[in-house]
């Protein structure tokens, strides 16, 4: 069975830094694209940043350049998330997500999706 698992959020301040974590069980890392999205209440779910299998490219939105860093750790089938310089806009429940081939900004083309955590930046 195909699972996801984030950890890693919680609540820090302005500044801050924090790193999300998404474990997968039941298939191999390495042959999936991965993302991580997030979604602020009443806004829609976005992508954050993703990495390919294939080519192993890397996207980054805007907002997040520089502050924010994806990597991943195949021998432990997991897939991180480096935070740094946090700002409360930050401020959102963080998903990952797998799916084949090469990554997509567009939500509903991801195949499997953890059940988030919440990343609350705040003074």
């Known amino acids: 069975q195909v699972q996801l698992v984030e950890s890693g959020g919680g609540l820090v301040q302005p500044g801050g830094s924090l790193r999300l974590s998404c474990a997968a069980s039941g298939f191999t890392l390495d042959n999936y694209a991965i993302g991580w999205f997030r979604q602020a209440p009443g806004k829609e779910r976005e992508a954050v940043s993703c990495i390919s299998s294939l080519d192993a490219s890397i996207y980054y939105e805007d907002l997040v350049k520089g502050r924010f860093t994806i990597s991943r750790d195949n021998a432990k089938n997991t897939v991180y998330l480096q935070m740094n310089s946090l700002k409360p806009e930050d401020t959102a429940v963080y998903y990952c997500?797998?799916?084949?081939?090469?990554?997509?900004?567009?939500?509903?083309?991801?195949?499997?999706w953890g059940q988030g955590t919440q990343v609350t930046v705040s003074s």
């Open positions: 997500a797998t799916r084949r081939g090469s990554w997509t900004i567009f939500t509903d083309k991801w195949e499997h």
